[in-house]
Each structure stands twice: as structure tokens, then as C-alpha cells.
DNA sequence: ATGGCGGCTCGCAGCCGA
């Protein structure tokens, strides 16, 4: 069973380079961010086609996530039950006994904006749902561009980045929070190159340089982590002519679909 | 690194992402 997630930057834009990975990868389950399409755009039968059932939900502009799996998808559930956001940021969805998860944490913007706020309150909505979720579904995975770099060695130059977004403390106490419910990053499950990341700005040829950070995240429960068998970001649709600034990650599980 | 890109919008400039 093989799980991956990948902030698109734009589905519309982006849809072909899906459509030419999906078979490449050949992923049971693809949790998708920045579709920024509204649902009745949405490309649903292009999708169907490539033998994926969908669930999604979106607007205009912003926002906007995504499930596909090529298994019947049950269950499906919009936003974080009790939180009210006019952002579509989380759909989850029940596969092959497993409960996935698909998030698109807020960005922040910058220490002093109100969107930090409201990016640490989603984050603590997300923790307290995500304890409730794991007493009713251990096999949990949540997948999604987490916009947190959890630790220095995720990030191309700390020093540069001391006190920006996607690395401050409380930032990172959150995740750590998530950890505590009892959820492993699947990617540190296993030995990893150094600098890897998968996220790169568009400007000063930073993927060429490798100036990234790794804030897009793979957690499993402590139930399914250990029949995880690998996990990797594929950096290669990164490569094609007009990427998403985001790379997929990808993980795998020994149990079978 | 603090811009420089790229996607979006009843666009033609400004907002946002990360």
C-alpha cells in the first residue's frame, strides 16, 4: 500500500503532471493541497479515468484539498469537525481500514501576522481532532504540506531562517504535540540523504541549489508506522517544466490494499 | 534570501504562498 501527498500548486495547472506521474508511482492513495479549484471545476472524470476514485473539496483562488485511491474510499469527512473555517484545508476518507487524513496546514505568513494566529489555533483544532480520530481509527495516516520545517536538518540554511515562519518554536511545538498523540514522521523511520527537502521558492534557482525545507509530512499512528517500509520524497516531477513548488512524498506500508 | 517566481483574480496590479 503506498501512500503519497503532494501540494500541487493549482490542480488545473498541474493536472497533466498528475496524470503522467500517477502511473509511474502507481500509489494507492494521493492526498492532493492547492487544487485552488472550486468543486464544480473540479477534473473528476480525468481522475476516475486513471482509475482513481476521488473525494475533494475546494474554492476559488486558495485552499483546496484533495483524496484519490484506487480503492473504495468510505467515510469521507470535510474540515475539522467543530472548527469553523471558511478555508477548505482537510478532507479525510477511510481506505482499506486505514484512515487518511489530507491537510493543508495555514502558511502564517510571518510571526507578526494575524495568519500565525490562526495558524497556531488550527494546528491546536487539528491536535485535539486528531486525538479523538486515533480512539476511534488506530490506523491513522495524515498527509499533508504541514508548512512546519520540524527541525534544523529539514531546513537547507537554519541560520538564515531563525525566526521566520515554518521553523519557530511554537510552530514546532505543535508538531511535536501531533507527535504526542502518538503519530510518527514516516520519513525519519528510516536513514535519509542529508538535505532532503520538499519544498523549494521559485526565485534564485533554489531548487537547483537545493535551498529548500522539508514541510510536506507523512505521520503514521503507532499502529501502522511499523509496517511502514520506506518513505522518500520524488524529486523528479519537481524537475519538469512549470512545477508546483512542491515535490510528493511517498510512503509505504506492508499491508496489503 | 528577504527581490528576483508563479498562480490567482470580473486581472492589466496586487495579493498570497513559503
Not at 168 to 186: H, I, K, N, T, V
Not at 190 to 203: A, V
Request: glycine share 4%.
Amino acid at each position: 500500500m503506498k501512500l503519497a501527498t503532494w501540494n500541487v500548486n493549482s490542480l488545473k495547472v498541474r493536472l497533466p503532471q498528475l496524470l503522467d506521474w500517477l502511473p509511474i508511482q502507481q500509489p494507492d492513495v494521493v492526498c492532493l493541497q492547492e487544487t485552488k479549484l472550486e468543486d464544480h471545476n473540479f477534473p473528476r472524470a480525468a481522475i476516475e479515468a486513471a482509475g482513481y476514485q476521488v473525494a475533494f473539496v475546494g474554492q476559488k483562488t486558495y485552499n483546496g484539498v484533495a483524496l484519490l485511491s484506487r480503492h473504495p474510499l468510505t467515510e469521507v469527512s470535510i474540515g475539522i469537525p467543530g472548527f469553523d473555517d471558511p478555508q477548505q484545508r482537510v478532507i479525510a476518507a477511510t481506505v482499506a481500514g486505514i484512515r487518511v487524513v489530507c491537510a493543508y496546514v495555514p502558511n502564517g505568513q510571518s510571526l507578526d501576522s494575524d495568519k500565525y494566529l490562526y495558524k497556531l489555533a488550527w494546528l491546536q483544532a487539528l491536535t485535539n481532532w486528531l486525538r479523538d480520530e486515533l480512539t476511534r481509527h488506530p490506523k491513522l495516516a495524515v498527509l499533508g504540506d504541514y508548512n512546519i520545517a520540524p527541525e534544523d536538518r529539514d531546513v537547507h540554511d537554519p541560520a538564515a531562517w531563525v525566526g521566520s515562519v515554518l521553523v519557530s518554536e511554537p510552530e514546532r511545538a505543535a508538531w511535536q504535540g501531533l507527535l504526542a498523540l502518538g503519530l510518527q514522521d514516516s520519513f525519519r523511520l528510516f536513514e535519509q540523504p542529508e538535505q532532503t527537502f520538499s519544498w523549494w521558492d521559485y526565485r534564485m534557482a533554489a531548487f537547483r541549489r537545493n535551498m529548500g525545507l522539508r514541510i510536506d509530512h507523512i505521520l503514521l499512528s503507532d499502529a501502522l508506522a511499523p509496517t511502514c517500509t520506506a518513505c522518500v520524497v520524488d524529486k523528479d516531477i519537481r524537475k519538469l517544466e512549470r512545477p508546483s513548488d512542491h515535490a510528493p512524498v511517498v510512503a509505504e506500508l506492508a499491508v496489503s490494499a
